[in-house]
Nanobody, 124 residues
Framework: QVQLVESGGGLVQAGGSLRLSCAASGRTFSTYAMGWFRQAPGKEQEFIAAINRSGGSTSYAESVKGRFTISRANAMNTVYLQMNSLKPEDTAVYYC?????????????????WGQGTQVTVSS
């Protein structure tokens, strides 16, 4: 079992930056593919970014490509989401997730462990 705890959310002005962290419990973090998703009020959960077990492969949603960067530090059991050039439409609760498999995955169903989420609010 893996427990995931997100942090780093908050209120930022448009154009600003935030870095989200997701700390995982347990000693098997490096065996999981990791992903970031978000959900805005009244909207479905949306894939943002994914990274494979080693960190050597990443994928992004078109809406954040070039602005967000996913990375991981397996020695620290942590995955990060660096968010730059934030826009009001990035406002949402952001979740990290862990899944089995050797690739990067955009489907919610590919992930088996989820964090509780952290709120990101971007003001205009």
């Amino acid at each position: 079992q893996v427990q995931l705890v997100e942090s780093g959310g908050g209120l930022v002005q448009a154009g600003g930056s935030l870095r989200l962290s997701c700390a995982a419990s347990g000693r098997t973090f490096s065996t999981y593919a990791m992903g970031w998703f978000r959900q805005a009020p009244g909207k479905e959960q949306e894939f943002i970014a994914a990274i494979n077990r080693s960190g050597g492969s990443t994928s992004y949603a078109e809406s954040v490509k070039g602005r967000f960067t996913i990375s991981r530090a397996n020695a620290m059991n942590t995955v990060y989401l660096q968010m730059n050039s934030l826009k009001p439409e990035d406002t949402a609760v952001y979740y990290c997730a862990a899944g089995l498999g050797g690739g990067t995955y955009s489907a919610v169903g590919s992930y088996i462990h989820w964090g509780q989420g952290t709120q990101v609010t971007v003001s205009s």
